[in-house]
C-alpha cells in the first residue's frame, strides 16, 4: 500500500473467512504495514454481527490499538440457516430476508458507526467492505436471489450514505465497494465448486485497487480489476 503513510495500521473485520485471512497474509507482508490487527467470531474481543453491544464492545477493547488506516470488513454471508438464494418468488421467506438484511447490511453499517472514530484523522484512510456485483440495481439482469441481492443493495446504499458524512470530517478518506470476484470459499463452494480465482490473488488485487483510488467524498463501487460497477 504505497499510498497510505508509512508505518501505517490496519484491520481486518471478519478475518475467519477465506477472503478476510487471505487480506491478513497480504498486509503482513507489507514492510510499510506496522501492524496488522484481526477481529472476528472466534477472536477476542470477539464479533457477533447481530449485536450491537459486541461491536460497540469489540472497538473500544480495540481502540487503544489505533489510529488505523485501513479497516477491511470482509463479513457476509450468503448462505444462512442452512438456506441458499432464492431462484424464483415463490422461495422467498420474508423470516430469512430479514436475516440476511441484519448481517450483510445492518451489522457492517454498526461496524462503521463504532469503528470510524478509531480511524486516523488528517491522514488518507480508507474503508473497504466486501460487496457483491449483485447488489448493483442497474447490473440486475438475471433476477433470482432476492434476499442476497437486497441485502447488498441495501449495504450499497449505507456504504453511499457514510461516505458522504465521513468525507466531511476526514477528506481524505475513501470509502470503497469492493467486488472480489468469485472467490474459492465455505460461502462460494456450494454454487461454483472449485472453478475460482484464489483467496489470495483476490485480497492482492482488491489491496492494489484500494491503493489507487482517490478521495472523492462519495463511495465507489468497484472490482477487483478497478472497474466501476454501477449501483
Request: some cysteine; proline content about 6%.
Amino acid at each position: 500500500m504505497k499510498h497510505l503513510p508509512e508505518g501505517y495500521r490496519a484491520l481486518v473485520i471478519g478475518a475467519s473467512g477465506a477472503l478476510g485471512a487471505a487480506f491478513v497474509r497480504q498486509l503482513e507482508s507489507d514492510p510499510r504495514c506496522a501492524k496488522v490487527l484481526s477481529v472476528s467470531r472466534d477472536s477476542q474481543p470477539g464479533l457477533n454481527l447481530l449485536r450491537e453491544d459486541f461491536i460497540e464492545s469489540c472497538a473500544q477493547s480495540l481502540s487503544t490499538q489505533g489510529p488505523f488506516h485501513l479497516v477491511v470488513d470482509a463479513t457476509g454471508a450468503l448462505t444462512l440457516n442452512a438456506r441458499g438464494p432464492e431462484k424464483r418468488l415463490d422461495e422467498l421467506d420474508g423470516a430469512q430476508l430479514l436475516d440476511l438484511l441484519q448481517l450483510n447490511s445492518v451489522g457492517p453499517v454498526l461496524l462503521l458507526k463504532h469503528f470510524t472514530p478509531l480511524l486516523a484523522t488528517g491522514q488518507r484512510v480508507i474503508w473497504a467492505k466486501l460487496s457483491a456485483r449483485v447488489g448493483s440495481i442497474e447490473d440486475n439482469c438475471k433476477g433470482g436471489w432476492y434476499s442476497y441481492r437486497a441485502a447488498k443493495a441495501a449495504l450499497n446504499m449505507l456504504l453511499q450514505t457514510a461516505a458522504i458524512e465521513m468525507g466531511r470530517r476526514r477528506p481524505l478518506a475513501v470509502v470503497a465497494a469492493l467486488q472480489p470476484g468469485t472467490v474459492r470459499s465455505a460461502l462460494s463452494q456450494p454454487f461454483v465448486g472449485d472453478a475460482a480465482m484464489d483467496p489470495d490473488d483476490s485480497a492482492q488485487r482488491l489491496l492494489a485497487v484500494l491503493d489507487g483510488l482517490q478521495p472523492t467524498g462519495r463511495a465507489q463501487f468497484v472490482d477487483h480489476l478497478g472497474q466501476s460497477i454501477p449501483w
